[in-house]
């Protein structure tokens, strides 16, 4: 089983505007080396009708084109940071957990809520209890640390339910800010929640992961996930693999998921290219560098089918 930890589902007024304006400023600073002259908020506003697939249909064909069994779903509420969208974050979370039943077998729902909204607890409690959402999804980059105290309700809720936790870690673009969620501050949740199941989405960023593993190495309840790492793969196959490499070798294979950060990287590569790379890994790794097909197994879907009670 392919389980693919970290995807995202986008409608317009899910999400604030900033954040895909945020998102333009990487694309019209590429357009501008070609000499292309685009606005952010043109190019923006074309990401967002581009990128909408509210029925999760979209999602749903790349899965199939990909091999990929079930992935975890989930929004982020940015509302704080960037200015509430049209739809409340109430209404969103709800759209995912129905959305999660319709698909039982392809689809599981996480809820995101930013902790220091007003009523924070009381709208996880609804996900779980009234809606049966898995797990809960936080993005620091918002403008809190993970390990402020504002947070620890939530994380103990979740601890008290025994669902996992995936929090944002590693840079983030403009107009949010990457302070908030360094590896760094997921060593009080370690300590703090030693039971706690905490998924560091994106393993702490290409640039980042040796602190995460620093952390991760003591802290065994953390695990990460390698969202976003298609990136690196791109830019430098031999670095991806030793940085995955590290990865295992200084925490262990069975706390590293697959996730891909779908759809934010489908004009990069593919869900079928980056779940076939990662199955390629024990063939085409570089000279001195080796992985076991156990391994991969359990990254592409064992660890995940364990952490989800599949």
Not at 109 to 136: I, N, T, Y
Not at 204 to 219: A, E, L
Not at 258 to 267: E, Q, V, Y
Not at 274 to 291: C, E, M, R, T, Y
Request: net charge negative; with cysteine.
């Amino acid at each position: 089983m392919i389980i693919d930890m970290h995807t995202h589902l986008f409608n317009r007024g899910w999400v604030p505007k900033g954040f895909f304006y945020g998102v333009a400023r990487f694309i019209t600073h590429e357009f501008a080396k070609q000499g292309i002259d685009e606005s952010n908020e043109s190019v923006g506003d074309g990401i967002m009708e581009g990128s909408g697939d509210p029925d999760a249909e979209m999602l749903l064909a790349e899965m199939d084109e990909a091999g990929i069994d079930k992935s975890v779903i989930f929004p982020v509420d940015f509302g704080l940071a960037l200015g509430d969208p049209e739809v409340p974050i109430e209404t969103v979370n709800r759209k995912f957990a129905e959305l999660a039943q319709k698909h039982p077998d392809r689809l599981c729902a996480f809820a995101s809520v930013d902790p220091l909204r007003k009523g924070a607890l009381d709208l996880w409690k609804r996900c779980v209890e009234e809606w049966g959402m898995k797990g809960l999804k936080l993005h620091p980059c918002s403008g809190f640390y993970p390990n402020q105290q504002e947070v620890y309700p939530l994380l103990q809720k979740a601890c008290d339910w025994k669902l996992p936790v995936l929090i944002h870690s590693g840079s983030m673009m403009v107009p949010l800010r990457s302070k908030y969620s360094q590896p760094i501050h997921f060593d009080d949740l370690g300590a703090d929640f030693p039971d706690l199941p905490i998924i560091a989405a994106h393993a702490g960023g290409n640039f980042s992961y040796p602190q995460m593993i620093s952390i991760m190495s003591v802290k065994l309840n953390i695990m990460a996930d390698i969202s976003a790492w298609q990136v690196l793969a791109i830019k430098s196959y031999p670095a991806f693999c030793k940085a995955l490499r590290d990865l295992f070798d200084f925490v262990e294979p069975g706390r590293i998921l697959f996730g891909s950060d779908s759809p934010s990287f489908r004009s990069l590569m593919s869900n079928r290219d980056w779940v076939q790379l990662i199955k390629d890994l024990p063939n085409n790794a570089p000279a001195g560098i080796s992985f076991t097909d156990d391994e991969v197994r359990a990254v592409l879907g064992g660890n995940a089918q364990k952490l989800l009670g599949l």
